[in-house]
């Protein structure tokens, strides 16, 4: 029943604001239900992508996706996502390493996210073969650690595009679905994946995902976005902090 919880509440998140598949998943499973860091990353793939896709739909149908941004993003970010799926691979007998880099990863997207969230900084757009490196590094991240894809994506399109708010996390959406489509296959071939968690975190995650969508069209997202920005700064922190011991020993 926990996991249906959780499945829930990630999916209510990413329907509303964008952000929390991989971010917020990945350090529940590892804290919460203590999932080895590698599958831990393999099943939040998967989960996001399956909670995206709900949400995804809602935002297709209110037009609230730029296809012109998504080709840029996907160009660059799904290559990148199959080399940090690698990466991670490689680096799965150690655990402690693992642990610290994801906890590393989720505290500075969250604290870059936020301090820019507050700042309120205008657009500039940014030249298309940019977003390209950028998401480069974006998918990088998530096919390492599931973390990025909805943090930095809405990021990326809000300091470097002028999209429009719901643009924004319909497009960004739709980033990370393709990108945990294809670094959750990559685990999943690897060995990387708990079906069952998975299924259980799915039967939550599409209810919240629906939620989300529909509360996203209708109420202001920023007050809960930093919410959830503080919240992954938290989380953040205790993973490196459970890493760093291991590693000094």
């Known amino acids: 029943m926990l996991e249906v919880v959780i499945g829930f509440i990630i999916a209510l998140c990413i329907g509303l604001t964008g952000v929390g598949g991989g971010t917020l998943t990945t350090p ?6 203590g999932v080895p860091p590698e599958v831990a990353v393999g099943t939040a793939l998967l989960f996001s992508m399956l909670a995206k896709i709900p949400a995804g739909w809602v935002y297709w149908q209110k037009q609230g996706v730029n296809w012109q941004a998504l080709r840029l993003l996907l160009a660059g970010g799904i290559p990148a996502a199959v080399a940090g799926s690698l990466l991670l ?22 604290v870059i996210n936020l301090a820019i969230t507050l700042r309120k900084l205008s657009p500039r757009p940014l ?5 390209v490196v950028v998401a480069a590094f974006i998918g990088l991240e998530v096919g390492f650690s599931s ?33 945990s489509a294809l670094a959750g296959g990559l685990h999943a071939a690897l060995g990387q994946t708990d079906w069952l968690l998975l299924t259980k975190l799915a039967c939550g995650g599409w209810i919240g ?11 202001n997202q920023r007050p809960f976005r930093i919410g959830l920005l503080l919240w992954l700064m938290l989380i953040g922190s205790h993973l490196i902090l459970r890493g760093i011991p291991a590693l000094a020993r």
Do not use: N, Y
Not at 28 to 33: E, G, R
Not at 127 to 131: D, E, G, N, Y
């Open 28 to 33: 529940l499973l590892i804290l919460a239900l």
């Open 89 to 110: 691979h490689s680096f799965k007998v150690h655990k402690e390493a693992v642990l610290a880099g994801i906890g590393l990863i989720i505290l500075s997207v969250a």
């Open 127 to 131: 030249a298309p073969q940019w977003i």
């Open 147 to 179: 973390a990025g894809a909805g943090a930095l994506g809405t990021l990326l399109l809000m300091s470097g595009t002028r999209l429009a708010p719901r643009e924004i996390v319909g497009t960004d959406l739709w980033f990370g679905l393709g990108l």
């Open 209 to 219: 995902s629906l939620l989300g969508a529909w509360l996203g069209q209708r109420v």
